[in-house]
């Protein structure tokens, strides 16, 4: 068959690989000039950096497969790391559930309330391990419940304030439950990086598709879709191609609006809200953070997480540099999102100086502002939250959407999850 993959991105490429591998002739259209990330890469000093920080995981199975399969497993090097929070003007160890507790212990909570702390994560992460039915309940609610109010309005109110914005109070319990347990007593944390990043892993799925019949188009203009009973077709750079399915990896919403009045007919709804996120790449000339990753709970800080890559990105590969990403996530409908990239540049050095003493300005080379306004599905609990369904109703079109991803973890691995499946489903309309 021949299927339309709409998008080059990690799903995209990866569905188009297993579409091939399976005797179908893949064309991917990718409306941008970069496969596997958003925007093309940062160049610096001849080195290409991925725009947004992307680790792998030690528990990203599908996507380890995956680099199995295109020669790429032994580009991956693991390495242990250290994350924490930053309240009240201090950094807080959170890499494993006893780091969690010795934090309650440290973050001016009252004994009391560091007991409550200790037995809310004691069972939330060891004695609870049905967790199914907390789609349906709103985090709000649940965390006061089982870690006491103070300790919500000290820890949990300000973490999912600064990480869902508009929709703090929406959230499922589920997706906190998940977070929790990935920091289980005696769990180290480690992650991983793929020499040549994004850019390496984007080109060599485009090779596999090529070398199996498929084509791969860059700057391709999509303009609209239908739903022709037992065939599509796509109408890309104004002229309209006939395929026998299309496999959409675009935002629902995007896709929504591509839908011819047939296909439009079937849709569901597809409005799935998305948390924009606004990144400014610090090269630096030397470390200015002991952790790997830190999460800041202060309200008024104007980015969230900062990120130095190079604990596990060599700094030698690099040319002794060293990669810190500030992070805001944000609606893309919020004033933060539309910032300048002047405004944005200050506010992240600004912050780096006065949350780290080893800063100086003088060891900055560049900074780099991206934006990404769809850079993760917001779930929301009960009957706000929207259900993407894999196959579009009497048609041969199929959705492979990060909004698919919960109630598994977003990221790289789950594009890879789903792109195997969406493969297999369109293979199985052929069967």
Known sequence: MRIAVLGGGVAGLACAHYLARNGHTPLVLEPSDALGQLGTPIVHEGLRLDRFSSPLRNSDTALCGLL?????????????????????????????????????????????????????????????????????????????????????????????????????????????????????????????YLRGGIGWLGERLRRSIEARGGEVRLHAAITAVEARGASCSVEVDGKERRVEAVVSTLPPGEFAKLAGSRLAAELPNLDVPYQGRVTALVIMQRRVAEFYQTAFLDRDLPFQRVIEATHVVPSE???SRHLVYVRNDCGPHTDAFKLSDDVVKKQALDGLRQWYPSFNARDVEAVHVSHNEAAEPITLFGKLRRTIPSRIADTRVFMCTSAQAYPRRDGWDTDVTLAREAAAAVSACDA
């Open 317 to 319: 590969s690099l040319g």
């Open 68 to 192: 199995a399969d295109l020669g790429g497993l032994g580009r991956v090097a693991w390495r242990p790391t250290r994350s924490a929070i930053a309240l009240g003007g201090a950094f807080y160890p959170v890499s494993s559930a006893s780091d969690l507790l010795r934090t309650a212990g440290l973050a001016g909570l009252s004994g009391r309330d560091w007991v409550r702390a200790g037995l809310g994560l004691t069972y939330a992460t060891q004695l609870k391990r049905y967790a199914l039915h907390l789609h349906d309940v709103s985090a709000a609610s649940w965390l006061p419940r089982v870690f006491g109010r103070r300790v919500y309005e000290s820890w949990w109110r300000p973490f999912l304030e600064v990480r869902f914005g508009d929709y703090a109070e929406d959230v499922p319990a589920y997706w906190v439950w998940r977070q929790l347990n990935a920091y289980q007593t005696g769990r180290r944390e480690i992650f991983g």
